[in-house]
């Protein structure tokens, strides 16, 4: 009887651990769904109702927070900093399409990088980003320091976009190396630096760039799936061990009552 009670106990306990991942999935696609859509109104170029849909999301965040079991208490402050952000610059008369548009598309990027686990938007501009590194390199090699510091501009615009998006999944040791290669560039652009040394530094910040999306691209593990698996097996070997011990135990008494009956 005891060991029916323990197996209904362990069924019952990943049901509930699986209802409960089912409602918090339900909620981050529910988040998904608003951010693509604030993107996609941002990209009509309608800024009142890309507003409101921000507004909506911020109602839906707050009224059904998600659980710090599923994302990191970091990961849900960066969405709500990249989020006032958006508002902000939607906001402001004055600001620009391109900027509005950039704010709009650096939300939904990370919302997107806390729900997708395989392969997040951000990782699609892997060619745009190795495209910049290489008019940089170009730009170097010819000595136009005028051009370098355009592209340079873009490309730290491009570089900003992603960057909370980056946060959310890649490790802080990751990122502090490519922040500090892009400062060592910045430091220098004031300087007359060697063609050789320029070219270096942007060869060393191409390379842990191609870390990142390589990185990100790998990891394709499911963390919640290797958790039901370690816990469900762990719950089943524990079942098992208790009723061959149970079973242990009772022929182990039978044997000590038929030895005193003797």
């Keep these: 009887m005891g060991r029916w009670i323990i197996c209904f106990t362990v069924l019952f306990l990943l049901f509930a651990s699986s209802e409960a991942k089912g409602d918090e999935n339900d909620r981050w ?3 998904s769904k608003t951010s693509y859509s604030a993107f996609q109104l941002a990209k009509q170029g309608r800024t009142a109702d890309c507003l409101q849909m ?16 599923s994302v990191s208490s970091r990961t849900i402050r960066t969405i709500s900093a990249v989020h006032s952000k958006a508002v902000e610059t ?3 008369q004055t600001r620009d399409p391109d900027a509005k548009m950039r704010a709009v598309t650096q939300f939904h990027m990370v919302v997107d990088a806390a729900f997708t686990e395989n392969e997040p938007l951000w990782s699609s501009m892997e060619d745009t980003m190795m495209a910049s590194f290489q008019h940089l390199k170009e730009d170097a090699a010819g000595g136009n320091t005028t051009s370098f510091e ?3 501009n873009e490309f730290l615009s491009l570089y900003e976009t992603i960057y909370p998006s980056v946060s959310v999944d890649v490790t802080p040791g990751q990122i502090r190396k490519v922040q500090a290669l892009i400062s060592s560039v910045e430091d220098d652009l004031s300087e007359n630096v060697s063609q050789e040394a320029r070219i270096s530094q942007l060869t060393s910040m191409e390379t842990e760039f191609k870390n990142l999306f390589k990185g990100v691209k790998e990891d394709e593990a499911d ?6 698996i370690i816990s469900t097996g762990g719950m089943i070997i524990l079942t098992l061990t208790y009723a ?3 079973k242990f135990k ?8 038929r030895e005193r009956e003797w």
Excluded: M, T
Excluded at 250 to 257: A, D, F, S, T
């Design 150 to 152: 355009q592209d340079w």
């Design 223 to 228: 963390p919640s799936l290797i958790w039901v």
């Design 29 to 31: 696609n529910s988040l």
């Design 244 to 246: 061959a011990w149970r």
């Design 54 to 69: 921000l507004n909506y999301f911020s109602r839906q965040f707050e009224k059904h927070p998600v659980s710090g079991q």
């Design 90 to 92: 939607l906001s402001e």
């Design 250 to 257: 009772g022929e182990k008494e039978k044997q000590v009552e």
